[in-house]
């Protein structure tokens, strides 16, 4: 019965839109109920809050979460995840992290991105938006065996839905650069699980221990030789990772 499957959500990262599930999506999709909404601004989700604050970017995004999902997040998805876990704690029965974190930027005693990287990145956007999020893509695949196919499937996957709304997309980036979330990540009651790549340059590995020690009972696997998004470089890796995370390793399909 259907009501029996788990309800997974997946939100998707800065930038883009759902068609980067899409490999995933064809894996999973008859084992569970599957929602993978557009954040506001992206994609077919054309209207958004404004101005893109944390907070109504979640209230809208969580009006569309069942109570008891899965709430798995990649990069920006999974800090509004952890967000959303957070200010409604009924939505989120597990919280999933694919390479994100409470906090991208680094801190003291944190890794995260370089300030500098965030500028550059706000500055191009104003001055030309496609070839920024084409140089993002790049990024995402960069230090994976197959990284200059693993942008080509995430691009071709991206451009079939409208672009994103260019105040959306630096409002987002705001958002990546301004929030952080590790009180609220380390006060969590929910449990949690996380998959990155130990070859990200976004969201570095180091940051796994920093997440374990905030999180003690949290499950956290690296792949060795992923980068930023694993689902598109690893696909079986992935999904193999989110099947044992929805508690359907070992079932039959």
Same mark, same amino acid.
């Given at each position: 019965?259907?009501?029996?499957?788990?309800?997974?959500?997946?939100?998707?990262?800065?930038?883009?839109?759902?068609?980067?599930?899409?490999?995933?999506?064809?894996?999973?999709?008859?084992?569970?109920?599957?929602?993978?909404?557009?954040?506001?601004?992206?994609?077919?989700?054309?209207?958004?809050?404004?101005?893109?604050?944390?907070?109504?970017?979640?209230?809208?995004?969580?009006?569309?979460?069942?109570?008891?999902?899965?709430?798995?997040?990649?990069?920006?998805?999974?800090?509004?995840?952890?967000?959303?876990?957070?200010?409604?704690?009924?939505?989120?029965?597990?919280?999933?992290?694919?390479?994100?974190?409470?906090?991208?930027?680094?801190?003291?005693?944190?890794?995260?991105?370089?300030?500098?990287?965030?500028?550059?990145?706000?500055?191009?956007?104003?001055?030309?938006?496609?070839?920024?999020?084409?140089?993002?893509?790049?990024?995402?695949?960069?230090?994976?065996?197959?990284?200059?196919?693993?942008?080509?499937? %995430?691009?071709? +996957?991206?451009? @079939?839905?409208?672009?994103?709304? &260019? !105040?959306?997309?630096?409002?987002? /980036? #705001?958002?990546?650069?301004?929030?952080?979330?590790?009180?609220?990540?380390?006060?969590?009651?929910?449990?949690?699980?996380?998959?990155?790549?130990?070859?990200?340059?976004?969201?570095?590995?180091?940051?796994?221990?920093?997440?374990?020690?905030?999180?003690?009972?949290?499950?956290?696997?690296? %792949?060795?030789? +992923?980068?930023? @998004?694993?689902?598109?470089?690893? &696909? !079986?890796?992935?999904?193999?990772? /989110? #099947?044992?995370?929805?508690?359907?390793?070992?079932?039959?399909?």
């Amino acid at each position: 019965m259907s009501s029996d499957k788990p309800t997974l959500v997946l939100l998707h990262g800065w930038g883009v839109n759902h068609g980067v599930w899409q490999g995933i999506t064809e894996q999973i999709a008859a084992r569970v109920q599957l929602l993978t909404p557009d954040l506001p601004g992206f994609g077919m989700q054309q209207s958004y809050p404004q101005p893109y604050r944390l907070d109504a970017v979640v209230d809208e995004l969580a009006a569309n979460i069942p109570p008891h999902s899965y709430v798995c997040g990649w990069s920006l998805g999974g800090l509004l995840a952890l967000a959303i876990a957070t200010r409604y704690p009924d939505k989120v029965q597990q919280l999933g992290l694919v390479a994100a974190s409470p906090c991208f930027l680094t801190q003291p005693g944190w890794p995260g991105m370089a300030e500098p990287v965030m500028q550059q990145f706000a500055r191009s956007l104003s001055e030309n938006l496609q070839q920024t999020i084409e140089r993002f893509l790049a990024i995402q695949a960069m230090g994976s065996s197959s990284a200059r196919a693993d942008t080509k499937l %995430l691009k071709q +996957a991206i451009m @079939a839905y409208p672009m994103a709304q &260019p !105040a959306a997309v630096a409002g987002a /980036l #705001q958002l990546l650069s301004q929030c952080d979330l590790r009180a609220e990540f380390a006060a969590l009651k929910q449990p949690v699980s996380g998959i990155f790549g130990r070859l990200d340059s976004l969201v570095p590995a180091a940051v796994v221990a920093q997440l374990q020690q905030l999180q003690p009972s949290a499950g956290f696997t690296v %792949l060795p030789h +992923a980068s930023h @998004a694993p689902f598109i470089s690893h &696909p !079986a890796e992935f999904g193999q990772w /989110l #099947q044992q995370w929805l508690g359907l390793s070992g079932q039959q399909s």
